[in-house]
């Protein structure tokens, strides 16, 4: 079984800024419409569906603390996804880095 990484603010940007991993917000869409990570793919905890997400691209979630989304990454791991990492620090850490966000945008499924 592939082991979930564990990813800083910085080195999850520079993942999306090469296009090398879709970031999957697992927070609720009232969550995500209010803020999120600019690109990022919405796909609730409560909703996640592995069949709907490739398996050929990384995935790295992500959702307001990072809880949220180690239980996803859990869930993904067992379905046999080969590369998944978590946004260590959720949104909040995200910002805490002086990255942007999103405000007020309606939500993008994926």
Not at 58 to 65: D, E, H, I, Y
Not at 71 to 81: D, E, N, S
Request: contains cysteine; hydrophobic residues 45%.
């Amino acid at each position: 079984m592939h082991q979930i990484q564990n990813l800083d603010a910085p080195a999850v940007k520079q993942l999306l800024a090469q296009n090398d991993a879709v970031l999957v917000d697992v927070r609720e869409a009232h969550e995500y419409a209010r803020e999120h990570i600019a690109g990022a793919k919405l796909m609730p905890l409560s909703q996640l569906d592995a069949a709907s997400l490739r398996r050929d691209q990384p995935l790295v979630l992500c959702c307001a603390s990072g809880m949220r989304s180690q239980t996803a990454a859990r869930r993904l791991q067992q379905a046999g996804f080969p590369v998944i990492a978590n946004l260590y620090g959720g949104i909040a850490a995200w910002k805490a880095a002086g990255l942007p966000t999103q405000t007020g945008h309606a939500a993008q499924a994926a």
